[in-house]
């Protein structure tokens, strides 16, 4: 282990509440891939009425049921603030599904009723009746990213909101517009689940580079064996075709 | 029995009948057929068996529970009705009834034994009253129905409220003991003795990030039978003060859990049988199908455990700690779920002194899984009839698992049907 540094703290946002579409799958990867390289990293938790971790080095978060959104929204909206100054110096941070709704303004149902968000992204959400459900594939460019998406809320991009990538096969944002997640600095937002990371290694090595980048590393990251990751790829993107 | 009921009956059997001769496994449509024409069917004619209905419902371990309780019965002379084809649904439960009746007479049967998932228990309850409710765990699973796990404890709470002569309760699963609890409800509880309670976690336990113990609230009941020790077969059952000792067929710690629960429910359906007896006859009973049966193929032993949720599989690799050659197959079929992302919930280190291979439509996704574990896939082999060939053929003495999902079981079973035994 590169010991003479303290270890990298990949933070993982409300466990137990956002957690059901495998998600826990992308802390691990950035883990393993710091691990592997000889970085000493671990996972801590956040969760709802706790502070929040000093000096996280990535933030991931993922997806969970209406309750569970429900159960996270006011604690996310209390390190809010927190949450803007670290995207703004740069920290690299994965939020898929339900936390990307709370990433941008807010998540609104169809009885009028809202759970507001910190606006990093210039989205909003709207639940919708119809469920986008399947696997997806984006160009973006960390290449073609692969996963499985299953959400209900539909997402707009406002303004000059850049999105993650175009999609290929699926849906994405929402089912018109051809566009999935959001870009903010190096906070991605995204529906993609599946596990996200494990399947898409270049995508997890540009967080950590970005990682490793803040902490004025900028050494190449050594190559890992991918191959079973791309042959994985491969087979979906056949059966896909 | 109604005119309807009959009518509701004859056209199942007519479907069933005119699937059979197109060579289709008639599976639940005749059911489906009956219960919409008569949607009574059901109640009218469970009602008519002397020793009623058994309903055992729970997150895993239905299909074990549910075979042990009708072996057992079987052995003692009853004759059991049961949908012991993993027909887990209303309907599935109605194509038994329409394939084992005959038009216009009751049911040539003592009891029924049912294994019923969560949602369809609730709904079956409303139209049959069960004398007895197995409640055996709440866990995740299929969370794309159930909403979450809070409403499926609600859902096995209605259903124990039906019950007309109690439930037989697992003591270790905090959310059923205080349904029990909260609504009063009659019941007699099964339990695993406090210090082997680390080998049975609870979902909350399980919840694969967090390494905090839930602490298990306080209660003042009393198990009826626990499972006191296990060391490989050999399982201890205690009955208050008496220990029974017996060597199991069944596989797993968790099946000695559902022996437990088992026992719980034929000490009431069985009151002149002794526990002794009672436990010596559940020794014999063999694996369900697919729940580590150990089948034959060309004379090859292999072991068969069906893993369909994150909970299930753990479970499943929790009951086995000895180094096996594991192969997993993993489908992505719709009755699989097309999303495989629930691997990433289960950690798969207890197989580090295995040999592991991987196969079926998602073999590399598993591959992939098994690397951050930081375990090695030995090969992979997506076609599942050239993985299990590769696996038989290995000449390792080392006992030949396979853990497959559901249309990977399916498949395994009907490429190597003829030369497929149960052992």
């Known amino acids: 282990m590169k010991s003479n540094q303290p270890p990298f703290k990949i933070l993982f946002l409300y466990p137990n509440e956002m957690n059901i579409y495998g998600d826990t799958g992308n802390a691990i990867v950035l883990q393993k891939r710091l691990a592997w390289r000889g970085f000493d990293a671990e996972i801590i938790f956040h969760h709802p009425g706790k502070p929040l971790a000093e000096k996280p080095d990535i933030i991931v978060g993922g997806g969970g049921q209406d309750s569970g959104q429900r159960k996270v929204f006011e604690d996310l909206l209390a390190i809010g603030d927190k949450l803007h100054d670290l995207a703004d110096e740069n920290v690299p941070m994965l939020l898929v599904c339900g936390l990307y709704q709370l990433f941008g303004h807010g998540f609104y149902t169809h009885d009028g009723d809202s759970m507001k968000g910190i606006s990093i992204f210039n989205a909003e959400t709207r639940a919708t009746s119809q469920r986008l459900i399947g696997n997806i594939t984006l160009d ?33 944002n929402n089912a018109e517009e051809g566009h999935e997640g959001a870009v903010y600095r190096h906070v991605y937002g995204t529906y993609l689940h599946g596990s996200l990371l494990p399947k898409n290694p270049l995508f997890a090595d540009a967080l950590i580079a970005q990682a490793l980048k803040n902490r004025g590393d900028l050494t190449p990251l050594t190559p890992l064996d991918d191959h079973f990751a791309s042959q994985a790829r491969d087979k979906l993107l056949t059966r896909l075709r | 029995m109604n005119a309807r009921s009959t009518l509701g009956l004859g056209i199942g059997k007519l479907v069933r009948g005119s699937l059979r001769l197109v060579g289709k496994n008639a599976g639940a449509l005749p059911g489906l057929i009956s219960e919409k024409i008569a949607p009574n069917v059901l109640a009218d004619t469970l009602s008519s068996l002397p020793d009623g209905v058994i309903v055992v419902t729970g997150t895993n371990g239905k299909t074990t529970t549910t075979k042990i309780i009708t072996d057992l019965l079987t052995t003692n002379g009853k004759r059991v009705l049961t949908n012991r084809m993993g027909s887990n649904f209303t309907r ?194 063999l694996p369900a199908f697919g729940r580590g049966e150990v089948i034959e193929i060309g004379g090859e032993r292999v072991e068969l455990i069906l893993i369909k949720n994150p909970s299930g599989f753990r479970l499943a690799l929790a009951s086995f700690h000895d180094p096996a050659l594991a192969l997993i197959a993993i489908n992505d079929n719709d009755p699989d779920g097309r999303d495989v992302s629930w691997l990433w919930d289960v950690d798969f280190s207890s197989l580090r002194k295995s040999t592991i291979a991987t196969t079926g439509l998602r073999a590399y996704d598993m591959a992939l899984r098994l690397q951050y574990d930081d375990l090695n896939a030995s090969w992979v082999e997506s076609d599942l009839a050239a993985a299990v060939s590769k696996l038989l053929s290995d000449k390792s003495k080392l006992p030949k698992r396979i853990f497959c999902n559901y249309t990977s079981m399916l498949a395994i079973r009907s490429q190597f049907g003829k030369e497929l035994h149960e052992v």
Do not use: W
């Open chain 1, 140 to 172: 973006t460019k960390f290449g073609t990213l692969i996963g499985y998406e299953n959400h209900s809320g539909q997402t707009k991009l406002l303004g000059d909101q850049q999105a993650l990538g175009t999609v290929v096969k699926g849906f994405g």
């Open chain 2, 92 to 285: 599935g439960v109605v194509s038994v009834i329409v394939s084992e009746s005959e038009l216009g007479k009751p049911l040539p049967h003592d009891i029924a034994v049912l294994e019923l998932d969560e949602a369809y228990a609730k709904r079956f309850v409303q139209v049959c009253k069960p004398r007895y409710v197995v409640a055996l765990n709440v866990m995740r699973d299929q969370l794309d129905r159930f909403g979450e796990i809070d409403t499926t404890a609600r859902l096995i709470a209605s259903t124990m409220q039906a019950a007309t002569d109690g439930s037989i309760v697992n003591l270790d699963d905090p959310r059923l003991v205080r349904a029990v609890e909260d609504m009063n409800l009659e019941a007699t509880f099964f339990a695993v003795d406090p210090k082997l309670s680390k080998h049975f976690p609870t979902d909350d336990d399980l919840l694969a990030v967090e390494v905090a113990e839930t602490p298990k609230p306080a209660h003042n009941h009393k198990p009826a039978v626990s499972l006191k020790n296990f060391k490989g077969q050999s399982v201890t059952y205690g009955f208050g003060r008496k220990q029974v000792s017996v060597d199991m067929r069944l596989t797993g710690q968790y099946n000695f859990q559902n022996g437990a629960a088992a026992l719980t429910l034929l000490q009431k359906l069985l009151p002149d049988i002794t526990p002794e007896t009672l436990t010596q006859q559940m020794s014999h009973v």
